[in-house]
């Protein structure tokens, strides 16, 4: 036995059996267990659990590693389809519809049934398609008022030509008896 | 005590993390191949069974890849995986429904039988009744065990990984220890 303490020998014994420890301490160590006993047994015992260690299967680094790559693929490739549909980075545009995103048409759906209104798709037109069937009606030959006309259609009023403004403005005065 | 690491003259895990990160396919392949050993051993440790720790292992990578950007480098690469080894095999120990484990009994009665044993194959005897008893010791006082020795972490690794101080793991070990002799008396 030397100067070292059981308790400092105790605590060496896993680097020595793992072949951790450097030479100097490995020579104190078993100078210390050549006259310790109890330390002898300790030893012994903790080289026996290091000798029977589990094998490590073979092969299992190369399916781990496979494991390990397939996951690391497949999660690339995901981020990379998530960024093409959020049309961020390079985009893949399908031909013959609309490019435009899904909540978009639904927001767009909603609203529309809540107006009262219906969508038609097809090429822009320079005059509104869509109008509310109440308060005035546009005919072939001109612009009519409803008896509520003067009331629903004054916003409407913006945006027509100056050619149905005075139209109506001529009409508004007949109607009135000539009286302005 | 050195800490879990490279065990060879290339890259360091810190070097290899950080490629990894950036999508380098051969550091992955290159952490995996340096540290399934250990985390094969710590997962056998806890779920003691050869099938059940390939899987653990298995997913531990896989899980410890995906999280690789919220390491921090608190503690070692290897460290931070066997934790993950560890959390794994204790969720697939729940889910093992038959343990295949040999029983002291059996390994004393094999030896009973046929001719006497020359001295190496007494020395594998006495080893695989230390793995019997080491099957037998509590979680804690088991991995603490298998963790200093097998693996040569410090008291501070271990402590990490099972989720203790550094001191309550040099307890665990030592009362292992201790246990361990008393049973093999």
Known sequence: MNDMSCGEARDLMPDLVNGRLGPEPTARLEAHVAGCAECGTELRLVRMIYASRPEVPEGLAASVGAAVLA??????????ERAAAAGVGRRRVERGRPDRPWWGVAAAAIAAVALGIGIRSGPAREAPSVVPSYGYEVGEGGLWLTDDGLLAGAPSLEGLTDEALMRLLEELSVESGGAA | MREVGPQDDGPSDAELVEKARRGDEHALDTLVRRHHAAAHRVAASIVRDADAAQDVVQDAFIKAFRALDGFRGDSSFGTWLLTITANEARGALRRVVRRRETS??????AASEGMAPDSASVLALEAQRARVMLGRLPDKQRLSVTLRIEE????REIGKIIGSSEGAARVNYFHGIRRLRELLE
């Open chain 2, 104 to 109: 002291l009994d059996d390994v004393t009665g």
């Open chain 1, 71 to 80: 996951d690391h693929r497949s999660r690339r490739r995901v981020p990379a």
């Open chain 2, 152 to 155: 040569g972490l410090s008291f």
